[in-house]
Nanobody, 114 residues
């Protein structure tokens, strides 16, 4: 499994970013996909998930602001992040479980300035 995340950057509070994660070497459409984040000095946390069937879940702090979606044509999962807040600053990772092992992509840094 290879996961390649991109789209991070520096944005002002209230702004938006879209993260992308391209997957390869898996039958993408069969996999549930997740976005995690890790802020400085904090543990990695689950931000959003999307099942192979398209069902989505979100952690409470991002509900109503973030949208996770996927393209089974492009073998990619996306995280649209709106109304960003300084507390959203973190390294964001896409992830999936492949044959019982959690796989991680290289993270992408999101920095939200106040």
């Amino acid at each position: 499994v290879q996961l390649q995340a991109s789209g991070g950057g520096l944005v002002q509070a209230g702004g938006f970013l879209r993260l992308s994660c391209a997957a390869s070497r898996i039958m993408f459409r069969a996999y549930d996909m997740e976005w995690y984040r890790q802020a400085p000095g904090k543990e990695r946390e689950l931000v959003a998930s999307i099942t192979s069937g398209g069902e989505t879940t979100y952690t409470d702090p991002v509900k109503g602001r973030f949208i996770i979606y996927r393209s089974n044509v492009e073998d990619a999962v996306y995280l649209q992040m709106n109304n960003l807040k300084p507390e959203d600053t973190a390294v964001y990772y896409c992830s999936t479980v492949d044959r019982g092992v959690r796989r991680w992509g290289r993270g992408t840094l999101v920095t939200v300035s106040s």
